[in-house]
């Protein structure tokens, strides 16, 4: 599950009929907080997708175009998580452990020293 200041959700953990993001009591209080930890199935996960496409019709996965049955709001995300459904894809963040963080930029990587970040030749 990836790290956040705010209650901003880094996946859906509600949909409404018409698939859009709704927040549910369970994010709030004891995921967010990692109060409850393992494997939670949600209904799409926003902003970092980890997939594992040999779970799944990886050729399915698309922003664009539309399946041809779709009805629910136009939207990047909203076409993704329809699609990804449609494709069986069942996944969700891991409850339980740091699965990534929202990046900051390759100069403060580099800048860190740290050799187990990302862009440090080291």
């Keep these: ?3 956040s200041r705010t209650a901003y959700s880094n996946y859906w953990s509600g949909i409404t009929d018409k698939g ?3 927040r549910t009591a369970e994010y709030l209080q004891q995921l967010r907080e990692r109060r409850r930890r393992g494997c939670h199935r949600v209904p799409m996960l926003h902003s ?3 997939l594992h496409v040999g779970e799944s019709d990886a050729g399915a996965l698309a922003f664009h175009p ?3 049955d779709y009805s629910w709001p136009y939207d990047d995300v909203i076409v993704f ?3 990804c459904m449609r494709a069986g894809w069942r996944g969700g963040p891991g409850g ?3 699965v990534a963080r ?5 100069r403060c990587y580099e800048a860190s020293g740290d050799p187990n970040l990302p862009g440090d030749p080291g």
């Design 66 to 68: 539309p399946p041809p």
């Design 48 to 50: 970092a997708l980890l």
């Design 96 to 98: 339980g452990e740091l």
């Design 81 to 83: 998580a329809h699609s």
């Design 1 to 3: 599950m990836l790290t």
């Design 102 to 106: 929202q990046s900051a930029s390759l």
């Design 20 to 22: 859009y993001y709704r």
